[in-house]
């Protein structure tokens, strides 16, 4: 019998990574500084996490580990600091499947966004758990008026006057809702997330007066493809002495961007080396230079069959390959997020940016394959 479901396995082309995905909270956990929470995460349907690899990781700090159970034990030697003493998972529930993390003492620095990251030797999947911390003071004052608000309630003669009023404030906080989830695709569901970003879809061509001398622009300014030889230069005197790349295969889009939401996506399919975001209109582009975040550069690449955010220092986790870049910037709130399109998988976001000078899409690669910029994304 056992021989039979094998075969009927192999006929069907049903694999076991096909049936097992990580599954976790969909609304962010809530919890009070000083006390213990439990951050939700498990394999669905169950099965055994024991010999698997179970990571925790802290997304918007760099993508810094919370906690790694591996090999059947815990491996906290790169562990942040502040989490030291303070992180567990349930051994004896591991065999049900069960990877939660246990978070003793919670602090107001611990609030952000954690992935719980689980790997088997045939697949590996991950979810993303909100968690929200509020202090002490503000816990107990809340409380408070929500008991008042119940007496005042059940009192008679205001009873008609706090109905009218709990309506009108759940209607608000309804609207408020509504504007931050198109403020916030993360949070929104995959079928929402593409149509949301298409909303802020912008025009973007490629500057060729930007490029390196090895890139060559499109006429239509949308793609870029890089050749083994040089190409002359017309100096542009009103661009200034740092405006063209001379060692950096990098090339800028036309249009800047100083205010609101814009996102554009980009073509990477067949390119095995490649980098996509934005860059600060005032960003060094001469010589030798740092494309990290803090140097006016928040890009995601692909470099040595690894993906990277900013320049190799967090390496990203992605079960796939994608083959199309979608780049969301949000620029009063100082966020740029980057997603598989094909998926809408939430690649990697740099979160509470400062912006005060114009961003520009940037484009990099070391191929003859090209880079294209995607039309029609409404």
């Known amino acids: ?21 990580v599954i976790g909270p969909s609304a962010p956990v809530m919890t009070v500084s000083g006390e213990d929470v439990i951050l939700p995460c498990s394999i669905k349907p169950n099965i055994s996490a024991v010999n698997m690899r179970v990571e925790w ?33 349930f051994k004896e529930e591991l065999e049900k499947g069960n990877t939660s993390l246990k978070l003793s003492r919670v602090q107001i620095s611990d609030e952000g966004l954690y992935k719980c990251f689980i790997q088997s030797q045939s697949w590996s999947d991950d979810i993303t758990v909100d968690l929200r911390v509020e202090g002490k003071m503000f816990h107990s004052w809340r409380s408070s008026v929500i008991l008042i608000s ?28 509504r504007i931050q989830n ?57 661009t200034g002495q740092n405006y ?13 961007f100083s205010s609101g939401c814009f996102y554009y996506e980009v073509q990477v399919k067949g390119v095995d080396c490649w980098r996509v975001g934005v860059t600060r209109e005032s960003a060094q582009r001469k010589g030798l230079f740092s494309m990290e975040h803090q140097d006016g550069y928040w890009t995601v690449c692909l470099s040595g069959h690894r993906y990277y955010a900013g320049e190799k220092h967090v390496v990203l986790s992605l079960s796939v390959n994608p083959e199309r870049i979608g ?44 880079l294209i910029i995607c039309r029609d994304l409404s």
Do not use: W
């Not at 479901?5 to 990574?17: D, N, P, R, Y």
């Not at 059947?72 to 790169?78: A, E, Q, R, S, V």
């Not at 119940?150 to 809702?177: C, H």
């Open 327 to 370: 780049v969301f910037v949000d620029y009063e709130k100082g966020r740029v997020s980057f997603y598989d399109v094909e998926s809408m998988y939430h690649i990697h976001s740099f979160t509470a940016q400062s912006f005060t000078k114009k961003l520009y899409p940037l484009l990099f690669l070391e191929s003859s394959v090209p």
């Open 182 to 238: 198109e403020r916030e695709p993360l949070l929104m569901t995959v079928k929402n997330v593409t149509s949301l970003l298409r909303k802020h879809a912008v025009n973007v061509t490629l500057d060729a007066d930007s490029a390196h001398p090895r890139l060559i622009v499109s006429h239509d300014g949308k793609q870029v493809r890089c050749e083994n030889k040089q190409l002359e230069r017309v100096k542009n005197e009103d």
């Open 57 to 89: 990781i802290r997304l918007d700090l760099k993508g810094s580990i919370v906690h790694r159970y591996e090999d059947h034990k815990d491996i906290n030697t790169d562990q942040l600091q502040s989490y030291r003493g303070r992180t567990q998972v």
């Open 1 to 21: 019998m056992k021989f039979i479901c094998v075969i009927l396995l192999i006929l069907t082309g049903v694999t076991q990574s096909d049936e097992y995905e």
């Open 150 to 177: 119940v007496a005042v309630v059940l009192s008679v003669i205001a009873g008609i006057l706090i109905t009218r009023f709990v309506r009108k404030q759940r209607d608000l906080q309804r609207e408020e809702q």
């Open 244 to 256: 063209t790349f001379d060692s950096r295969f990098c090339v800028a889009g036309n249009e800047g």
